[in-house]
């Protein structure tokens, strides 16, 4: 049996599928009742209310688990119980392999304190005795989503740093690899860092969006001040500055395309344009 954290989240929800049509016993864990999933469960899956981060309503779920799928709601990112609760708690219910989702940032930027919890996180899955395979992600494709309402209403895009090229992954690839880790022998105690196949800017992901729509979009390029006024309406304070530092000025190795999709999907990453041809209908 495998446990799906975040089972609704970019991840979640195409890693539960991938799971299923694998033949596997998926417990699919969201906060949010089995309504969250428009299309539904694929059959044979369960779904389990439960909040990894409060150890006690999860360990019932993991009860007969062998695999577990770690992933952090945004706000336990930065507090809650101690990293070490729910991996107590995967251990005593007999977890033999953890997958958790970390940061590129805990390896480029190890001392970011928006990103202290994951390390910390990192720590405790490295400690747990498990076999354990760590995901540290780039930036996400679907950060994306954040322009849906602009381009449907205005055909703009809003974003700051115009010409700031990242290699921004596909949530897909990411649920991808974790299903390889969650079920295939040869992953534990690895860290793969996860990109996309090209370092792109935010210019030429609104180019991509136009495309697939056959429409023109304006893109706006945001000051770092304007930038920042739109983040604080749904983003702590105290993590702003260093998103921006990132997005504006990211280190080479936050820029360079990693293998690792490819090494162990034994394919290349999906381009930003799949990305979007598959959420296209967010945008129109």
């Not at 999907?265 to 945008?283: E, I, K």
């Amino acid at each position: 049996m495998i446990v799906v954290t975040g089972a609704t989240g970019n991840i979640g929800r195409i890693l539960v599928p991938l799971l299923a049509e694998a033949g596997e016993d998926v417990v699919a864990v969201s906060r949010r009742g089995p309504g969250a999933f428009p299309e539904g469960l694929p059959a044979g899956t369960r779904h389990a209310r439960a909040d990894v981060g409060d150890s006690a309503s999860i360990r019932p779920v993991l009860d007969g688990a062998e695999a577990f799928f770690l992933l952090l709601a945004g706000e336990l990112n930065g507090r809650g119980e101690r990293p070490g609760a729910v991996v107590d708690a995967a251990l005593d219910a007999g977890v033999k392999r953890i997958v958790l989702v970390s940061s590129q940032l805990n390896s480029t930027r190890p001392d970011a304190p928006s990103h202290a919890r994951l390390g910390a996180f990192e720590a405790a899955v490295r400690a747990s005795g498990a076999d354990y395979t760590i995901l540290r992600p780039g930036g996400f494709a679907s950060n994306a989503l954040a322009w849906s309402e602009s381009v449907r209403a205005r055909r703009t895009v809003f974003a700051p740093f115009g010409d700031v090229v990242t290699p921004v992954v596909d949530p897909a690839d990411i649920a991808a690899v974790a299903a390889v880790a969650l079920r295939e022998e040869g992953h534990a105690g690895r860290t793969y860092e996860l990109t996309g196949p090209e370092a792109l800017s935010p210019r030429r992901q609104a180019a991509a969006i136009s495309h697939a729509l056959g429409e023109d979009i304006t893109f706006v390029e945001l000051s770092r001040e304007e930038a920042h006024a739109r983040m604080a309406r749904f983003m702590p304070e105290e993590i702003i500055p260093g998103t921006l530092d990132v997005l504006g000025l990211p280190l080479p190795a936050e820029q360079a395309v990693s293998p690792d999709v490819k090494r162990v999907l034994h394919r290349s990453p999906a381009p930003f344009a799949d990305w979007v041809t598959r959420n296209l209908p967010a945008f129109r």
